[in-house]
């Protein structure tokens, strides 16, 4: 089984805006973890609408809960361009997304949810923020991310 | 270029995550555990920081952040014999200040030429600069002028290699490999102790070690320091009142003539007794005329501490304990005696909000009591007295983190919390979805914390927060707790 709930999810350039942005996600995530495009969209609109998943540094964390059987999967984006009209906590523009898809009825044990845990415990740390938001692609993202799960 | 040893212990650490012992190091790259130590402050002072990180009871992992940014300077700035020879330099230098050694006498058994010399006086003055102090060059001579505080410090960790992890049980279990002058040192904490009957601990002991090992060397270079005429007169009533610990010192100096069969400086009696006053020695009580004054500054640190954190910490619950600290706190401070404080990180950590509360608290109290600055290490300590009290008696607010999925953002906001509100025990991370359950499973919860609109939250006050747990969301849960 493979244990890494990280991975690579290049957006094609030139969203121009969240709305866009999401669902150039909808489409990857469906495509990665072959699922319904409307389930993944749907489940992404719906917690953006309960309020902003935005943190600090350019990131944001969209996530999705779904009523499907499918891994926890986290997906990291680096967008060429910031999205101007998309802003963090600090009014900086979004170009980092740690988008991450969750199945609704999920053990809070399983190794996948403890290491997601671990994870947004580390974006806590505003050096690790920081380092993770000057990413410039993907796989650079990942390595540090990977890094610093190690040190756990 | 960098020494293979440099490259082979950094690619290790880089490409291994966790802590290691120097046992643990010394056995992959083959060398001796006193290697390792000796070359962990090497690459550290070529990268400018601590990029070797060494944690007492765990050993050294890298700072892989800092190795990213700093990885390429100390892969091509540490010549291993060149920091040799600028730490022999520069140990000569601290042992010898005030006073003045020629250059030529310093670099003599180095066979070096003028610009390498020139090349290690900038180096050291680098080495130097954290501590506050200054290489000084006139004509064919060098010194270092500063503080006696600072060349203490400088001396302690560059030379002696103690620092903030030492430990005096790791020195005397490698004392055997240690210089006579170590050893010799580590004995005398032994017969202050026995003469006392009591016991010096952490860190006060290495404090108080690394005072004898720099006696001994300044008394074999001749170097003589002049008592301060401010502290004269105190001294002398302080030693009235602590009679047994004068007895120390005077055995002390006594053993130390005998060991270098020379005269110890007459004022440096009186040097260790400062030490010796400004340590806190379990089961002995040190006399001082500054008794009142400690235990007004105690009671005055639970004052502005309780105010600041909206605490309500009985005074008689504390004094008398914070008292223990604060009464050999004030002989440092007039003493000008540094304690580190190894736990200052974790501390700061766990008891963010405390330590903060403290350090404000210094700055009072050193103001009202004309005291010199109190450092952040002591504020540590003193934070310490406070978590300990609170761990023991405040009943904590029992709060529940609630986002839509009870893995992401509210585990973010849980480990601010955790950070920042010592006041709050967190029940359990949960999703909107599994919260009547989970509060059936857990009855007693005092708040909710939320990352979205509860539709409905049973009762309890909740508090709305966004998913980066802000300045203006801990101020929302600091007044809902509150009661505001």
């Known amino acids: 089984m493979d244990n890494n709930i990280f991975h690579a999810v290049p957006l094609a350039p030139n969203q121009p805006n969240k709305a866009e942005v999401i669902q150039a996600l909808s489409a990857s995530l469906a495509d990665h973890l072959q699922l319904e495009l409307p389930v993944i969209q749907e489940a992404l609109l719906a917690r953006e609408r309960l309020g902003g998943t935005v943190l600090t540094a350019g990131i944001a964390t969209p996530h999705a809960t779904v009523d499907r059987d499918t891994p926890v999967y986290v997906a990291i984006s680096c967008l060429p361009q910031p999205i101007l009209t998309w802003r963090d906590m600090d009014d900086n523009p979004i170009h980092l997304l740690i988008t991450f898809v969750v199945p609704e009825n999920v053990s809070p044990t399983a190794p996948a949810v403890i290491k997601l845990k671990q994870f947004f415990r580390c974006l806590a740390q505003g050096a690790f923020v920081e380092m993770l938001s000057q990413s410039d692609t993907e796989t650079a993202a990942l390595a540090l991310i990977t890094h610093k799960l190690e040190e756990i | 270029m960098t020494d293979q040893k440099t490259r082979d212990l950094l690619t290790y650490l880089s490409t291994n995550s966790g802590f290691f012992t120097s046992k643990e190091l010394a056995e992959v790259l083959n060398v001796s555990p006193k290697t390792i130590q000796r070359l962990v402050p090497k690459i550290n002072a070529a990268a400018g920081d601590l990029l070797v ?29 060149a920091y040799d020879r600028q730490l022999g330099v520069l140990r000569e230098l601290l042992l010898t200040s005030p006073n003045s050694v020629r250059i030529d006498r310093l670099f003599d058994q180095y066979y070096v030429g003028e610009s390498v010399i020139q090349g290690d006086e900038r ?49 005397q279990a490698g004392a055997d490999q240690s210089s ?56 002398t009533t302080d030693i009235a009142k602590n009679p047994e610990i004068y007895s120390v010192c005077v055995q002390i100096v006594t053993n130390i003539e005998n060991y270098l069969h020379a005269t110890v400086a007459s004022d440096e009696v009186y040097y260790l007794f400062e030490y010796l006053i400004s340590s806190r020695i379990s089961n002995f009580g040190i006399e001082s005329a500054e008794k009142d004054t400690a235990m007004q500054i105690s009671r005055r640190y639970v004052e502005l501490v309780n105010a600041e954190l909206h605490l309500s910490i009985p005074q008689t619950a504390m004094v008398t304990e914070l008292n223990r600290h604060v009464l050999p706190m004030l002989n440092r401070l007039k003493n000008s005696i540094r304690l580190s404080n190894a736990l200052l990180n974790e501390i700061e950590m766990e008891y963010g909000k405390l330590l903060a509360g403290v350090t404000h608290a210094n700055l009072v109290i050193a103001t009202e009591f004309k005291l010199p600055p109190i450092s952040k290490d002591e504020a540590g300590f003193i934070t310490l007295y406070f978590a300990k009290y609170m761990e023991m008696h405040q009943d904590k607010t029992r709060i529940l983190i609630i986002c839509t999925t009870g893995i992401g953002t509210s585990e973010l906001i ?12 967190i029940v359990d991370v949960v999703s909107n979805l599994n919260l009547e359950a989970q509060l059936n499973r857990t009855p007693n919860v005092d708040l909710l914390i939320s990352t979205i609109p509860l539709k ?29």
């Open chain 2, 53 to 81: 990180v060494s944690e007492k009871g765990r050993g050294y992992r890298l700072n892989y952040e800092l190795y990213l940014l700093r990885r390429d300077r100390v892969m091509t700035t540490n010549d291993s014999s």
């Open chain 2, 123 to 171: 180096k050291i003055e680098t080495i130097l600069k954290p501590y506050q102090l200054k290489l000084i060059r006139e004509h064919r001579f060098l010194r270092i002028a500063g503080q006696e505080k600072d060349i203490r410090d400088a001396l302690m960790e560059l030379i002696l290699k103690v620092d903030k992890e030492s430990d005096l049980l790791t020195m």
């Open chain 2, 180 to 235: 006579a002058d170590v050893r010799f040192a580590l004995t005398q904490m032994t017969v202050a102790e026995k003469m006392l009957k009591a016991i010096m601990p952490y860190p006060y002991n290495v404090n108080f070690f690394g005072h004898i090992y720099i006696l001994l060397n300044r008394t074999r270079r001749g170097v003589k320091l002049s008592l301060r005429n401010e502290i004269a007169g105190q001294l």
């Open chain 2, 414 to 425: 849980a480990a601010k919390i955790q950070k920042e509100l010592p006041n709050v025990t």
């Open chain 2, 456 to 484: 409905n939250s049973f009762g309890l006050p909740s508090v709305l927060v966004s998913a980066v747990f802000t300045k203006q969301d801990k101020e929302k849960v600091q007044r809902v707790m509150n009661g505001d």
